[in-house]
């Protein structure tokens, strides 16, 4: 039986609802939009915009680790904001220190395996529903950002051009999420029909989530010669976040229950 204190910590995490992976795919299109706003459209750099949006994201999860219930708003702008600081992060990573996107998508595959490895050692598992201390909480929100600033990376891997600067495979936007998309619903497929780890396919599907708003947000805005819509990237930022601030406010948001076992 869990204690009062555990409650409350648990309490901060949402329960993993389909409402929570329409919030995730919005919010990662988002970070795509609005990392690629002020590093691309305000012209302030990848290193820049990374130092910029590292801050709130520091604020807030503090705020997070700190608050002592969940609070859903709270809650999806430290998504936001880890997802959104992803994106410069990726793209500093294999644009400006010139690594590409395969390297790029190595290391920080090995930054999220690393982060739940030393999860899973110092706490004894990765479970999300078994967060109980602030220790617990912060190796989640490492985790999520480093899967956030994989994301990027690999979707950009998969879309880019071949003849781009770094080159990609070439799939182009709508290709590069058909594919991250069909993963998705091959993890669903292994959750509703085979008795394959909950705590595992949660993370499959949470870093898959990633690649597929990134190519996605990348179709919103990218130029028309390189398959994107060449909307505004400020506007359908604004956009996005109206929808999510709406779908927040709308759909049930609860906190996720204690199961009382390990993973």
């Known amino acids: ?46 290193l820049a915009s990374s130092a910029i949006f590292i801050v709130p994201l520091i604020v807030l999860v503090l705020a997070q680790i700190r608050a002592k219930q969940f609070h859903p708003l709270l809650y999806w702008a430290t998504i936001i904001a880890s997802t959104t600081a992803g994106t410069t992060m990726a793209d500093f990573a294999t644009r400006s220190i010139g690594i590409g996107y395969p390297g790029g998508s190595v290391l920080l595959f090995g930054s999220v395996l690393a982060c739940l490895f030393a999860w899973h050692r110092s706490m004894g598992t990765v479970n999300v529903n078994t967060i109980a201390t602030a220790r617990a909480e912060a190796f989640y929100w490492l985790t999520i950002t480093f899967s956030q600033t994989l994301g990027t990376a690999l979707g950009d891997w998969l879309a880019a051009p071949l003849d781009d600067l770094p080159p990609g495979i070439g799939l182009g936007y709508v290709g590069g999420a058909a594919v991250f998309g069909a993963a998705l619903a091959g993890v669903a497929a292994l959750y509703l029909w085979t008795k394959a780890s909950r705590v595992m396919l949660f993370w499959a599907a949470f870093i898959l989530t990633r690649p597929l ?43 996720g229950e204690h199961p009382g076992a390990k993973a």
Do not use: C, H
């Not at 204690?3 to 919030?23: C, E, H, M, R, Y």
């Not at 990348?218 to 028309?224: A, R």
């Not at 400020?234 to 709406?246: E, H, K, Q, R, T």
């Open 1 to 46: 039986m869990p204690t009062d204190q555990t409650n409350a910590v648990l309490s901060k995490v949402p329960a993993i609802t389909l409402g929570f992976w329409i919030i995730k795919i919005l919010a990662t299109t988002l970070g795509e939009t609005g990392g690629d706003s002020l590093s691309m459209t305000y012209d302030f750099g990848y």
């Open 213 to 255: 708003g990134a190519t996605v947000g990348d179709f919103l805005d990218k130029p028309l010669a390189k398959g994107g819509l060449e909307l505004s990237r400020p506007l359908a930022s604004l956009v996005l976040a109206g929808v999510i601030l709406a779908l927040v406010l709308i759909l049930p948001q609860r906190a």
